[in-house]
């Protein structure tokens, strides 16, 4: 037989570099949930313990959300059969409505600790370290300041399981994830319950987590997906898929364990040889038992790692007497070791690639030219806004139709037909989530682009605003006309010419 086609290339059994190149894949469930503790796990310590992990996970967490994701709700006036005028009226009071619930922590999270803007911060960090992440909506009393009864909990990925699994105690790698419900007969992936059509149906939470060192009896609770009257979620599900057929998420560092390891690893080494080669050490060897140290104590004792007497520990300006017999061979570290910059960029460049954060951007090295260091900048910068696309539609837009649901029943707001008909609904829940900018590296020429771009019709200056600061065009010119205002009723001119010089006639 003669190969041919892929059989003479990547599928190739014969040719020597392809041999040992034994790849298989399952299912999603197995390939992914089967692993996906152990991800989880070399993940969060890498992010505890690796500075380019931790720069990966918190670089995406500060550009994607930053402070939060604030909410601009931007109704469809004219299905709604509204003027601008009174859609801006009802868009304000709105946004001053929603602050009342989202700036207030014990409001808006089940656990008091945090507000919507900083639950944001933790569920982004927990679902690029974890894979995903799940907010449970709950319900508790209004109060007097606190008018709604809605709250979110944010819950880990590890309490999201499924109840038969063999469960503490037992290594990661013989945890079952594959289970059943007895009562209906729909299986269960990790924890996510799915009915024969494929379709979500509910998620398993456990009451702790799986490596907890004094457990409690493990119990689990169903929580359905949906209400079964209102379609409205019973919980928010924070992932992004890679595969048909995928309930759960993989961890964002999943393709780099491996080199972000070895980089810790090779990191440390080099920073151990070179404060090993910083101490002053002397050795010294004697014929004649030693009855007690002639110069000075070794280390003081209470900076002594170890007391055996077999020992010797090196330190700054250290003595240390030989025992008969004894001698010392040391070798030259030579460090630090003038390569290894170089080495470091050139894995973190990959690991980066892999992650859609250039390296600039990962280590926080601006070293090159303008447009080198701008054309990371813009690449990195769309990861970040498909991210945050993502983000807003699993987790804030859901929270707000929640909230903004429960604000219209409650009559604290005014949205006729909202319960009516799904398209008006649609049309009342129109929002926008403002969060950080791009940033610019020269805004002298990014504000001019900006200029020329609104000039020739190529963009708005309501897009521009965003673009530049995140800020809203008409809420900008609203507020430079009270300031005008202001300057003119002070007698100080409001605008003075190229040179900096006000006009004579207005002194």
């Not at 949930?33 to 313990?49: C, E, P, V, Y």
């Amino acid at each position: 037989m003669q190969n041919k086609g892929y059989s003479d290339a990547g599928a190739s059994y014969r040719k020597k570099a392809l041999k040992g190149f034994t790849a298989q894949s399952g299912s999603p469930h197995e390939d992914i949930d089967w692993n996906n503790a152990t991800l989880r796990q070399r993940g969060r310590i890498l992010t505890m313990s690796s500075p380019v992990a931790k720069s990966a996970v918190v670089t995406n967490r500060t550009n994607v959300v930053g402070t939060g994701l604030r909410l601009k709700s931007r109704i469809d006036y004219k299905l709604l059969g509204m003027t601008p005028e009174q859609a801006a009226a009802w868009q304000n009071a709105t946004d001053a409505e929603f602050a009342l619930w989202a700036e207030n922590k014990h409001a808006c999270d089940a656990t008091g600790v945090n507000d919507f803007y900083a639950m944001q911060q933790l569920a982004l960090a927990s679902w690029l370290a974890s894979g995903d992440c799940f907010a449970v909506v709950q319900a508790e009393q209004p109060t007097l300041f606190s008018p709604y009864s809605l709250r979110l909990h944010i819950i880990e990925a590890d309490r999201i399981c499924t109840k038969y699994a063999l469960h503490s105690g037992t290594p990661v790698m013989m945890r079952i994830t594959d289970g059943k419900n007895p009562e209906n007969g729909n299986a269960i992936y990790d924890g996510v319950e799915v009915s024969r059509s494929g379709a979500i149906v509910a998620y398993w939470i456990c009451n702790q987590y799986p490596d907890e060192l004094l457990p409690k009896p493990s119990e689990w609770t169903r929580v359905e997906a949906y209400g079964a009257e209102t379609g409205l979620p019973n919980i928010l599900h924070i992932m992004d898929s890679e595969r048909p057929d995928q309930y759960r998420g993989v961890s964002y560092l999943a393709p780099v364990i491996e080199p972000l390891l070895q980089l810790r690893r090779y990191t440390e080494s080099e920073l151990m040889a070179a404060v090993i080669e910083s101490f002053f050490t002397v050795w010294i060897q004697k014929e004649a038992p030693a009855a007690g140290m002639p110069f000075n104590e070794p280390i003081p004792q209470d900076e002594q790692i170890s007391d055996d007497e077999n020992e010797y520990e090196m330190g700054p300006g250290v003595v240390n007497v030989l025992q008969n017999g004894e001698t010392i061979n040391s070798t030259n570290p030579t460090r630090p070791n003038s390569g290894f910059d170089a080495f470091m960029k050139a894995i973190t460049t990959q690991v980066g690639a892999a992650l859609e954060v250039p390296a600039d951007l990962l280590l926080k090295q601006f070293n090159s030219s303008y447009s080198a260091s701008r054309a990371a900048m813009l690449e990195a910068w769309k990861a970040f806004k498909m991210r945050r696309t993502w983000f807003v539609s699993d987790f804030c837009q859901p929270a707000y139709a929640l909230w903004l649901t429960e604000a219209v029943a409650r009559g604290r707001i005014a949205a006729p037909g909202f319960f009516n008909d799904p398209r008006i609904r649609q049309a009342w829940l129109g929002a926008d989530w403002i969060g950080p900018t791009q940033g610019q590296l020269d805004p002298l020429k990014e504000i001019q682009a900006e200029q020329m771009a609104n000039e020739n019709g190529y963009s708005t200056r309501a897009q521009s605003a965003m673009r530049l600061n995140g800020t809203q065009y008409e809420q900008n010119v609203e507020v430079l006309q009270r300031e005008n205002a202001m300057l003119q009723a002070a007698n100080v001119p409001a605008e003075t010419s190229k040179g900096g010089t006000a006009d004579a006639e207005t002194n």
